[in-house]
């Protein structure tokens, strides 16, 4: 607990104490207040004040329009303690019909466009809720949930919305918070709704069936998603994945055998103006050879024409090219990390996310019918007044008329409540009629008979599940079945098996030099020189690595992290100056550091190695990376790192670890994977391993000495050994600091 000080006073404290208080309690307030959505209404608390902000100023879909700087002004000065700008700028994204599935706001004016240009100032542009954010407060009103009071004191804010539509999954929802983030792409609501149905009627759904009924995200844009199968119900089960998304496109043909490739669809929140100006971009670099021009020639729909440079090309090997160096194709990540009902930060499943909207439904269901029974009760008790003033009509006027204090002596003569009391002194005189005694007792009959009901509803858990189940059907029917939200815009295709067109055939090849530093600093060097060259470096930097290789080859990096990074030597930095810091060019994290660098060969296999002594043989052709986050290969977790990688170039492993000891085995004891830990390569009882190297015993262990010469033991019986061992200490000459070189 922190300890509250005086005005004025001073306490001394370790200054990493004091930043470890106040950055726990930032990274908490982002994670729980900014970053992460509520699993059961799927909003940030900033879109759910704007909504609850909304309906106190009665902006209905069939009311008026009203600025959205009264709106924003509201939600900031009751609610939103931030500033104006980011609460307009989640309002705009409401709005949005190409950034939401299914749009919360109904918005008049300029609110941005596809191109990536942004809305209008605040004072210009006007809103309104749509059908799909009074389906978000649906019985707000009626106890459903919690409200709290607001940053203030003077207002109360909801804590959650009931939530009559599953927003999380619908809309989906993206953030960073302090060591963790969010990703949710959307998804249809017609199939979430049969999703929702059969969980309803088979609670021990599986996964795979869910995925059956919610085959894939469902994106405002439209496009194709070519993810396979098998990767998006791993994705579905687990909360983590992604999924490949390309633009549509279609060919329209022209007079003498020419044709043009329109694209009607482009990815998910991709600006259409990025893509049109990296394709020119592409095209002034002569990096495009099959395509002439591009043209932009959208109006409210996308239309991007492509012009092939000659009728002879085919339209499938122009895409597969294009979807390669632009962002025609994208991967959404998917990374279902949200806060529970418990507000409690949770990766969860397809399952696990659909089930905890049900429960909130559950709750809200029960929370409703108490507080309609409540309401009921309240009622009953004074339509039973009325009765009895009825009854005794003459008796109670006279009581009124004469007695100084009519309410005790009303309750004292016909035994009623202090309520039921307040009630018939405040009757109208109209309402003594005949007729008003009949109405009484038909509106008396009938909340019996609906608390009864109400009661057994509370009773029977099959039928408040009916019961949501028949809320959801209704919610399908009116936005599932909507000929403008409802059809599915995202359709699904194979993932293609291989290339259609190499990427060699489209670069013009050339001899380059890749140099790397010791601090990360990457670049390649017209013409193959040799290592030495009058090349500089940084301040404090040195070199580290130094090929030789083509414009046409890939460079693969392995990383500490136990991932397998690739670039093409087409798109390195040039020689000029110092190059680029590699983790620019790569999503490697600053912590993690280069291992291994070479000129990739697909017929040629690996060895990888951790630093607790474990590795395994890995195929070249294996660990090619088509994204900047790199291929996992070698599993590794807390402090053990990926040491070693080499190239298998003869039939026998020898491991060196820190402890100086040497093991020679033969590789045949060495399983080959594509990823995993491995087996273990030799067993440390301190320390960990350093290098590995492949080798023919017959022509001796070779390495490189501190001053760069080479020297190699013919003798490496002494070594040999079985796979697991400890090993002997190398021989006399070896480098100190357990490296072959």
Known sequence: MTEILEAGEIRDAPLGEALGERYLSYALSTIMSRSLPDVRDGLKPVHRRLLYAMRQLKLDPETGFKKCARIVGDVMGKFHPHGDQAIYDALVRLAQEFAQRYPLVDGQGNFGNVDGDNAAAMRYTEARMTAVAQALLRGIDQDTVDFRTTYDGEEDEPAVLPAAFPNLLANGAAGIAVGMATNIPPHNVGELCAALLHLIKYPKATVDKLVQLVPGPDFPTGGVIVEDRASILEAYRTGRGGFRLRARWQVEKGKRGTYNIVVTEIPYQVPKGRIVEKIAELLQQRKLPLLADVRDESAEDIRLVLEPRSGRIEADVLMEHLYRLTDLEVRIGLNLNVLDADQTPKVMSLRQALQAFLDHRHEVLVRRTNHRLGRIDRRLEILGGYLVCYLNLDEVIRIIREEDEAKPALI????????????????????????????????????????KGLRALLKSEKQRWSVIAGEIREMRKEFGDDPVLGPRRSDFADAPMADLVP????????????????????????????????VRYKE?????????????????????????????????PGGRGNGEPVRLLLDLANDQDIVAMFVHDPERKLVVAASDGRGFIVPEGKIVAQTRGGRQVLNVSGSVEATACTAVAGDHLAVIGENHKLLIFPLSELSEMTRGRGVVLQRYKDGGLSDVKTLTPAEGLTWVQAGGRPRTEFDVGNWLGKRGQAGRLAPKGFPKNHKFG
């Open 412 to 451: 004292k003569a016909f035994k009623l409540t202090d309520l039921q009391a307040e009630a018939i002194l405040n009757m109208r005189l109209r309402a003594l009629r005949r007729l008003e005694e009949i109405e009484i007792k038909r509106e008396h009959d009938g909340l019996k008979d609906e608390r």
């Open 503 to 534: 990427v060699e055939a489209l670069i013009e090849r050339e001899p380059v030099s890749v140099v790397c530093s010791a601090k990360g600093w990457l670049r390649a060097l017209k013409g193959h020189i040799e290592e030495g060259h009058d």
């Open 540 to 572: 404090g930097d040195r070199g580290r690595f130094w090929l030789h290789a083509q414009t046409t080859d890939k460079l693969v990096l392995f990383a500490t992290n136990g991932r397998f990074y690739t670039l093409g030597c087409d798109k390195l």
